[in-house]
Nanobody, 114 residues
Framework: VQLVESGGGSVQAGGSLRLSCAASGYTYSSYCMGWFRQAPGKEREGVATISRDGTSVYATSVTGRFTISRDYAKNTLYLQLNSLKTEDTAMYYC??????????WGQGTQVTVS
């Protein structure tokens, strides 16, 4: 199993980014996926999750600004980040879950908002 994130970068507050997570080595469509983030000195927190049928759930702090989506043809998970704030600065990770725990994680992509 491999999860490879990309798309991070440095942006000004109010800007946008789109993160991608390329999945391989398993049946992508059979698993729920999620995005998490961890800022320096803080615990990792869930940002958004998406089910096998595309149902999404968001953390309160990002609702209305971030959008999670998945492309089954490309085996890729996305996170659109709009109206970015300085407090969104963190390393962002994607992960997959068989249901009860997050069993595989990507290496992360850094988002810095100034």
């Amino acid at each position: 199993v491999q999860l490879v994130e990309s798309g991070g970068g440095s942006v000004q507050a109010g800007g946008s980014l789109r993160l991608s997570c390329a999945a391989s080595g398993y049946t992508y469509s059979s698993y729920c996926m999620g995005w998490f983030r961890q800022a320096p000195g803080k615990e990792r927190e869930g940002v958004a999750t998406i089910s096998r049928d595309g149902t999404s759930v968001y953390a309160t702090s990002v609702t209305g600004r971030f959008t999670i989506s998945r492309d089954y043809a490309k085996n890729t998970l996305y996170l659109q980040l709009n109206s970015l704030k300085t407090e969104d600065t963190a390393m962002y990770y994607c992960a997959k879950t068989p249901g009860s725990w997050w069993d595989y994680w990507g290496q992360g992509t850094q988002v810095t908002v100034s």
